[in-house]
């Protein structure tokens, strides 16, 4: 187990979550994306806070975890309180700020 | 022993972490991520990092999926529609991943050769640099979180 295996799950949990924030239209999907790359993050963290020695990285990931679930609950009251009005969690009916 | 644990939770993870980005259903792919989360925590655990991965399981799987289980309760997943799939944006999103992918292993080239010291960490070894060195940021965390549960309730609130 060197470094680079962390590096490499990182990498692909960042692509795969970078994929689902380009392609997917459900903002709920988006939000599962926005986790992963929270989460690639935290990934890379531990690797390097156990490379390193010290606990510094790992006292990163616990605030990393308190930041996403902060924008987890005021991102999902946005979505519940745009459904209610719209009937709809599809990106593309929410164009009426569009340039 | 380590070692094939670690990938064996690493590839679950990175499996059920594509299985919720590209499946039609919601409900199954807040499933799966809550299983590409937990492997996360295995993850951890084989690295050392024991409390790390007890606060993802209990955090990521236990509260945030939950949080969006129970927020897809209250829609009507039939009026969610399907969504098109554009060639642009599949080729967009496959092009700028791949990018981002081979960056982050670019960077990663000088760690090659390092070997990770996978001493436990638990509860009381966190506790002595989150209550001295980053106490403060400890207790800014605290008032976001307050912050953001006070915005959530006034958002959602129904208007009279």
Redesign the interface.
């Known amino acids: 187990m060197t470094p680079f295996d962390f590096f490499i799950l990182s990498g692909l949990l960042f692509s795969v979550g970078l994929f689902g924030v380009i392609v997917r239209r459900n903002v709920i999907s988006l939000f599962f994306s926005l986790e992963l790359l929270l989460n690639s993050a935290n990934v890379l963290l531990v690797g390097f806070s156990k490379l390193h020695g010290n606990l510094f990285g790992e006292v990163f990931v616990f605030f990393v975890l308190a930041v996403a679930a902060a924008e987890a609950a005021v991102g999902l009251a946005v979505v519940v309180a745009l459904y209610r009005y719209r009937k709809s969690v599809n990106t593309e009916d929410f164009s009426l700020l569009r340039w | 022993m380590?070692?094939v644990f670690?990938?064996l939770f690493?590839f679950l993870?990175?499996a059920f972490?594509?299985i919720?980005?590209?499946h039609k259903n919601?409900i199954k792919?807040?499933v799966s991520?809550l299983a590409?989360?937990v492997s996360?925590g295995a993850?951890?655990f084989?690295?050392?990092?024991e409390?790390?991965g007890i606060?993802?399981v209990i955090?990521?799987g236990g509260?945030?999926v939950v949080?969006?289980l129970f927020?897809?309760m209250?829609?009507?997943l039939r009026?969610?529609?399907r969504?098109?799939?554009r060639v642009i944006?599949?080729a967009?999103?496959?092009t700028?991943?791949?990018i981002?992918?081979l960056s982050?292993?670019y960077?990663?080239?000088k760690?090659?050769?390092?070997?990770?010291?996978?001493?436990i960490?638990g509860a009381g070894?966190?506790a002595?640099?989150?209550f001295y060195?980053?106490l403060l940021?400890f207790e800014v965390?605290s008032v976001?979180?307050l912050?953001?549960?006070v915005?959530?309730?006034a958002?959602?609130r129904?208007e009279e």
């Open positions: 380590r070692e670690f990938y690493a993870s990175v972490a594509v919720s980005v590209t919601v792919g807040g991520l590409s989360f996360l993850v951890y084989t690295a050392g990092a409390f790390i606060v993802q955090v990521y509260a945030i949080l969006y927020a897809l209250t829609m009507d009026s969610f529609g969504e098109p799939l944006s599949l967009a999103g496959g700028i991943s791949l981002i992918f982050v292993l960077g990663g080239l760690f090659t050769s390092g070997s990770i010291r996978t001493a960490s070894d966190i002595l640099p989150l060195k980053f940021p965390v976001l979180l912050v953001a549960t915005g959530a309730v958002i959602g129904r």
